[in-house]
C-alpha cells in the first residue's frame, strides 16, 4: 500500500502559487521524501526531495514539518503548462531497496 | 538530474511473441531498477525490484515467468514479456537510483506496449 495521502485533484489559475499537502504518517526514520510531476504518457519527472525543514530549488519549495508526518510541496507562479499529476512518495526501507509505492496523486489543473 | 533512457518507446506486436524493454541509466549506477507499469487514467503500479547481479524481486500478483526481468550491469535492466497477450498492452516505466537512502530514483520515459 502506498504510504502517502494527498488530495486527488487541485485546480489553480496562471500565476498563483500552488501548495499540494501530502500525509506520510508512517514515514519511517530513514525515509526520503520525494515528488514528481508526471504528464500524460511520459515518465515520472523528479522535483524536489526532502528529509526535514525546508528545500528549495529553481521549480519548488519542500515544507517538511519537525515531526515529518507531512509535506508541502509549493509551486510557485504556476503556468499551464504545469497541468500534470503530481505524486508524493516516501521509500521505504523495508528491504533496503528503497522502493517507491504510487498512491493516486494530485491532478493539478492550470486555469488561464 | 540524472538520466534514464528506455528503447523502444513505443512497440506493436503480435499477440504469443515476445517483447524486451531495455532501461539504462546513462551517467549513473544504479544498484537498483525498478520496473512500474501504468495503465491510462490510473497511477503507476510497481511490478518489481531488481539489482545488479541478482534476481529480480516481483511484487504480489506480478507474474515472474510471464515478466521476465535481467538486471546484468549497473546501467543496464530489461524487461521482457513472454508471450504477450492483448491485456498486457500498457505503459511501461522503469527506474533507477544509487544504493544509498538519500539517492533519488529518476524515471525512464516509458515504453508504449500494444499487443493485437
Known amino acids: 500500500l502506498a504510504k502517502t495521502t494527498q488530495p486527488i485533484s487541485m485546480d489553480s489559475y496562471e500565476g498563483q502559487e500552488v501548495n499540494i499537502t501530502c500525509s506520510h504518517n508512517?514515514?519511517?526514520?530513514?525515509?526520503?521524501i520525494t515528488w514528481y510531476q508526471q504528464f500524460p504518457s511520459q515518465g515520472p519527472r523528479f522535483i524536489i526531495q526532502?528529509?526535514?525543514t525546508k528545500v528549495t530549488n529553481e521549480v519548488a519549495s519542500l515544507f517538511i514539518p519537525a515531526d515529518r508526518k507531512s509535506s508541502t510541496l509549493s509551486l510557485p507562479r504556476v503556468s499551464l503548462s504545469d497541468t500534470a499529476v503530481y505524486y508524493c512518495?516516501?521509500?521505504?526501507?523495508?528491504?533496503?531497496?528503497?522502493?517507491?509505492?504510487f498512491g493516486s496523486g494530485t491532478r493539478l489543473l492550470v486555469r488561464p | 538530474g540524472a538520466v534514464v533512457s528506455q528503447h523502444p518507446s513505443w512497440v506493436i506486436c503480435k499477440s504469443g511473441t515476445s517483447v524486451k524493454i531495455e532501461c539504462r541509466s546513462l551517467?549513473?549506477?544504479?544498484?537498483?531498477m525498478f520496473w512500474y507499469r501504468q495503465f491510462p487514467k490510473q497511477s503507476l503500479m510497481l511490478m518489481a525490484t531488481?539489482?545488479?547481479?541478482?534476481?529480480?524481486?516481483?511484487e504480489q500478483g506480478v507474474e515472474k515467468d510471464k515478466f521476465l526481468i535481467n538486471h546484468a550491469s549497473l546501467t543496464l535492466s530489461t524487461l521482457t514479456v513472454t508471450s504477450a497477450h492483448p491485456e498486457d498492452s500498457s505503459f511501461y516505466i522503469c527506474?533507477?537510483?544509487?544504493?544509498?537512502?538519500?539517492?533519488?530514483?529518476?524515471f525512464g520515459p516509458g515504453t508504449r506496449l500494444t499487443v493485437l
Open positions: 512518495l516516501v521509500g521505504d526501507e523495508g528491504d533496503s531497496s528503497y522502493k517507491l509505492i
Open positions: 527506474s533507477a537510483r544509487g544504493p544509498r537512502a538519500a539517492d533519488t530514483q529518476y
Open positions: 551517467d549513473f549506477q544504479a544498484t537498483t
Open positions: 526532502g528529509y526535514k
Open positions: 531488481s539489482n545488479e547481479g541478482s534476481k529480480a524481486t516481483y
Open positions: 508512517n514515514i519511517a526514520t530513514n525515509d526520503y
